[in-house]
């Protein structure tokens, strides 16, 4: 049946309160947490680094899905796997060597996640696809949450869910209930990370639920 999941971004959260915010969306019925890791470098803003994501680790079970902004992603690696990852998407556009990226994130035995910026074709990351857990086809340009969500990078989507029926395919920036979800499960997503749609509704779990709705049916 549909291996669709839901992950709260928690950037959009009270980062002061990082663990009682991760467990107010598990509670919800989130499948997996989204952590942003911004660099300030490969994206015009900081958020958090290993030593925060290995605090958290202590307070949560929760699959974490590590997004890695970050210009060097080879440096991070192994902090990141010892700070509990389990998955570590790495953009396509942050390394010259992506083969060896990730070798060395399986090494440490975390999931592959391979991320797209807007401007970066969906053909680009297709001869990755055999080695990767899954595509991340940003529908925002990366740096901060509660921006618009680019309906454009829809066909992206379409492409890759044609050509690799049964590959995890996430999205990211702007999905929410309604329209912005709806073209995302119709184009083929299925893990669907959102922000502030989840974090600042009255009612998560409803948003959660209706998300997951929109995807499965
Ligand atoms: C943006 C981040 C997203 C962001 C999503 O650079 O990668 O994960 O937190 O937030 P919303 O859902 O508010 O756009
Ligand atoms: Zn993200």
Known sequence: KCNCRIGPSVLASDMSCLASETQRVVDAGADYVHLDVMDGHFVPNITMGAPVIKCLRKHSKAFFDLHMMVSKPEQWVDDMADAGGDQF??????????MALIRQIRAKNMKV???????????????????????????????????KFMAHMMPKVEHLRTKFP????????????????????????????AGSSVYNAADPAAVIRQLRESVER
């Not at 998407?89 to 992506?98: G, I, K, R, V, Y």
Request: net charge negative; hydrophobic share 45%; glycine share 12%.
């Open 113 to 147: 996640g391979v991320a797209i910026k807007p401007n970066t074709p969906a053909e680009s990351v297709e001869y990755l696809v055999p080695h990767v857990d899954m595509v991340l086809v940003m529908t925002v340009e990366p740096g901060f949450g509660g921006q």
């Open 89 to 98: 998407t790495f953009h396509l556009e942050s390394t010259a060597d992506p």
């Open 166 to 193: 049964e590959m995890d395919i996430e999205v990211d920036g702007g999905v929410g209930v309604g329209a912005t979800i709806d073209a995302c499960a119709k184009a083929g997503a299925n893990m669907i990370v």
